[in-house]
């Protein structure tokens, strides 16, 4: 079968082209809960950015491929409203996705290049951000299928002396608790003396080894909870994971994740990069903003996120794996039951190992994840059966939650879902 975007224009099949298939939600408390997957907005970033604040969003009507506003009811037209919106906030390009079965649908607004003015190309690469801790805890589901571990086990075990300051000891804190972010440590994200240069983007090539990460966390404060107690997302947490990862197998994530995700599931277009902080291929470029001034944030530091959030992938890779995981060819059953057992978030709002469960304002469940690095923001939402899914990608990250641009996109996601 092939695939349209909404003005009509053919799309090659994956058997064709990328080996792949194939991809916007309200204000309501489900939307603004989402947004706690985002990197924390710190002094320097409110300070050097002119962001204005969030507004509340407004309905994705815009218009479809035929003009007509009352035509905007299929899922991808709504999608596309929403797209057109994020370029009117200020976006420079907005893709999107929607998948229903095996029929898939792409939108696009803007470009993927403001100095060529190249369109925004719904097959581009683009990185991922926390979309990455999916396949971590896959990873780790898999090496406890294997029994080469457990979810019970303390991260102590596995690392010993890596949490052990401040008040925070590794022995009582289990792997489980890291994937589901009970684990109660900081978020280094937060401190300046990492976000500071990472936004600014001073030196894209600086080695930030994961151990002083998890050591910049430690420091930041005393607990504030016991592990197990409560939900706090905290990009420590898969930090200590990746190095668990090689702990258990000898490998970095990423060569595991090549080997048991990427390479079985055909993702050409998929990556993890361990140091190098280009891209390559056909990609968007990233964009953010500075007080008045928008930068070029393409090439960034990716060892600030690691195994958190480094992965680079595709709408079309992104939906593949996402229906892979979700429909059990991972996993084996009694890791899918641990990856889908959900600790409280918000109300209708619960984290599982890497995913999140939402119940929708339109009374449907969805399965998904946000990924926010410089330059990139993106969501995906899935059905229980990997049937239905819709996924959307900004190039403009300055990290700051609650923008317009990710209010509105985020409604037409959420509508784009609830009118499959």
Known sequence: MSMRDVSGARI?????????????????????????????????????????PAVAAAPATGSSSTGSPAAAQTPADILQAGAQQGIADGYPGVIGMVRQGDTTQY?????????????????????????????????????????????????????????AANGYDGSKITIRQLLNHTSGLPDYLGSLQIN????????????????????????????????????????????????????????????????????PLGLRDTSFPTTDPALYGNYLRGYVLRAILIGDGTVSNVQVTGSAGAMVSTMDDLAAFGRALMTGKLLAPAQMAELKTTVPVATGVGYGLGIERMELPCGKTAWGHNGAVLGYFSEWLSSEDGTEQVLH????????????????????MTDAFCAL
């Open 12 to 52: 090659p099949t994956a058997t064709e082209e990328t080996g792949v298939d194939g991809a916007a939600r309200s204000p309501s408390p489900t939307r603004g809960n989402w947004r706690r997957l985002l990197p924390a907005a710190t002094a320097v970033c409110l300070l050097m950015t002119g962001a204005a």
């Open 107 to 163: 939108v696009h607004a803007g470009v993927g290049d403001r100095a060529t003015k190249t369109p925004a190309d719904p097959k581009a690469k683009f990185r991922i951000g926390s979309n990455t801790k999916a396949f971590v805890s896959t990873v780790l589901l898999q090496l406890e299928a294997e029994k080469k571990l457990s979810l019970d086990d303390t991260v102590e075990r596995w690392l010993p002396g890596a949490v």
């Open 196 to 263: 500071g240069p990472y936004f600014l983007n001073l030196n894209p090539r600086e080695a930030y080894p994961p151990q002083n990460l998890v050591d910049v966390a430690l420091g930041m404060r005393a607990p504030a909870t016991e592990p197990g107690e409560k939900f706090g997302y905290s990009n420590t947490n898969y930090v200590l994971a990746g190095m668990v990862i090689k702990a258990v197998t000898g490998e970095d994530a990423a060569a595991q994740i090549q080997r048991r995700i990427i390479e």
């Open 393 to 412: 990608t900004n190039n403009e990250f300055h990290m700051l939650a609650g923008t317009p641009g990710q209010a509105h996109t985020g409604k037409a």
